[in-house]
């Protein structure tokens, strides 16, 4: 199993759409959850942390579900420039100790907003 | 301030030739990371530094391939006898420690002809 998985993908959406992409990590102790934005030959950028309790930015609000280890992002009201790909990070936490440890990337999932 | 730096922004090198890729990151941040990301993928894990030592460099794909931080700061990415297949963009990132929020280089387009 991977580490960290994301829905494949494309999602083609008209402007105006919600939109929820959804993420699922194989490491129990992990406890640092992010969704990175990247486009087209970019590099990625910190969209938002996601917390146990949820958080909301604007029109995006991520969620998080340690039992069923579980993150998801919500898009309301897709704007032309959200399209992009977007990448769900988690800490792979060490054997050590679960609050350090490197950051490993889902695959991305591609969001085209279509006027 | 500064962000992350890396270069050379783009390298060719021929097939069987030694490279080194350089990553300044930002100023105090103790850990770094190095990925690797194919066109369509998302970055690829392959070693994570906290200060000066290696915290984890199990992402490493054999032993052509070895990465240095000798003053926790600076890190350069070596690849021995680069084949066709190290054709990728090479991303750094740091974070003020680790696991937390991390700014990424503009990468290094690497190309093996």
């Known amino acids: ?115 | 301030g500064a962000g992350v730096s890396q270069t050379p922004s783009n390298k060719v090198t021929e097939k069987g030739k030694y490279v080194e890729l350089r990553c300044d990151p930002i100023s105090g941040h103790t850990a770094l990371y190095w990925y690797r990301q194919s066109l369509g993928q998302g970055p690829e894990f392959l070693i994570y530094f906290q200060g000066t030592g290696a915290a984890d460099d199990s992402g490493l794909p054999n032993d052509r391939f070895f990465a240095v931080r000798p003053e926790g700061s600076v890190s350069t990415l070596k690849i021995q006898r680069t084949e066709r297949g190290d054709s990728a963009v090479y991303l750094c990132a740091s974070s003020l420690k680790g696991a937390d929020e991390a700014f990424f280089g503009q990468g290094t387009r690497l190309t093996v002809v």
């Open chain 1, 1 to 115: 199993r991977k580490e960290v998985e994301q829905d494949p993908g494309p999602f083609n959406v008209p402007e105006g759409a919600t939109v929820a992409f959804n993420c699922t990590y194989s490491n129990s102790a992990s406890q640092s959850f992010f969704w990175y934005r990247q486009d087209c030959r970019k590099e990625p950028k910190l969209l938002m942390s996601v917390y146990s309790s949820g958080n909301e930015d604007g029109r995006f609000t991520a969620q998080l579900n340690r039992a069923s280890q579980y993150i998801s992002l919500l898009i309301r009201d897709s704007k032309l420039s959200d399209s992009a790909t977007y990448l769900c990070v988690v800490n792979l936490a060490l054997n050590y100790g679960g609050s350090q440890g490197n950051l490993i990337f889902g695959k991305g999932t591609k969001l085209s907003v279509k006027p």
